[in-house]
């Protein structure tokens, strides 16, 4: 069966959206509950929004699976994990800016360390910590999307794509959800959840960070206050895409109207993939 848990310790990657949660339920359903050799691990970076910390705990609740959530911090000097819960994770970024700030840079396209350090490696921490030596990773990466299925890097884990393995599609995924008595709180776009992992990731296309600006503007000027706090303290120009700001990204949605949303054409609608972990 696709969602018959290996031999060995597991961990189960939720990234709080309906794809992992999805996986969660069947691989639940497939192993009459799990073991203690599994663990569910949800990595909080402070930018995902209410509904998915929310739907993280109603998960947990309603198929009475208990889910570790972690966020990445620094304390005196050195990189460490906190364990948390949906009353005391992060809302407002702390854990990405504490990265940031130990960095000194931004992550972008091309160095994508906040994914590696507030998700990947946060769990590892974890993990190890617990007296894991070796174990498999489980990713919710769907057989539609089979681009994105990669080997492991890491010789600590080999990674395990039971989604892939069963051939699950966005359709399928839709599907079972609409027949359960509950659902992520957020809008549903053909399959996608432009508003799932963080708000205002870069990896996401001009449009949705667009859309981001128009109806949660406190929340996009999140991401915009970063880039300027960080071009003022490197005295050089800081930001997630070489190409575009969030402030000039901003700018131009304030001085338009929806047309820009209702033209397909107008705003970028591709996007690089988002965290899965």
């Not at 799932?196 to 296309?205: A, P």
């Amino acid at each position: 069966m696709s969602y018959k848990l290996p031999d060995g310790n597991v961990q189960i990657c939720f990234s709080g959206g309906r794809t992992s949660g999805y996986m969660l339920h069947e691989i639940l359903e497939a192993n009459g509950g799990l073991p203690d050799r599994a663990k569910v691990v949800f990595a909080n970076t402070g930018r995902e929004m209410p509904e998915t910390l929310d739907f993280v705990q109603e998960c947990s609740d309603r198929w009475n699976v208990p889910i570790v959530w972690l966020e990445y911090n620094r304390r005196a000097g050195k990189v460490t994990y906190d364990i948390v819960s949906h009353n005391s994770a992060a809302r407002n970024g702390e854990p990405f800016t504490t990265l940031t700030d130990s960095t000194g840079i931004l992550p972008n396209i091309y160095r994508r360390f906040c994914t590696s350090e507030l998700k990947v490696l946060t769990a590892k921490r974890y993990l190890v910590k617990q007296g894991w030596k070796q174990w498999t990773q489980c990713l919710g990466i769907r057989g539609d999307e089979r681009r994105r299925v990669k080997k492991s890097t890491d010789k600590r884990w080999e990674n395990w794509y039971p989604l892939n393995d069963a051939n699950v599609s966005k359709r399928d995924v839709m599907a079972f959800w609409q027949a359960q008595p509950f659902d992520l709180q957020l809008a549903n776009i053909n399959g996608s959840t432009p508003l799932g992992n963080c708000d205002g990731c870069f990896l996401k296309s001009e449009a949705n960070r667009a859309a981001l600006a128009r109806d949660y503007p406190q929340r996009f000027q999140w991401w915009a206050d970063l880039e300027r706090n960080k071009t003022k303290a490197l005295g050089k120009r800081a930001a997630f895409d070489a190409d575009q700001t969030y402030a000039q990204l901003g700018s131009f949605v304030s001085r338009q109207s929806d047309w820009i949303f209702d033209d397909e054409a107008y705003l970028c609608q591709a996007d690089s993939g988002e965290c899965t972990g």
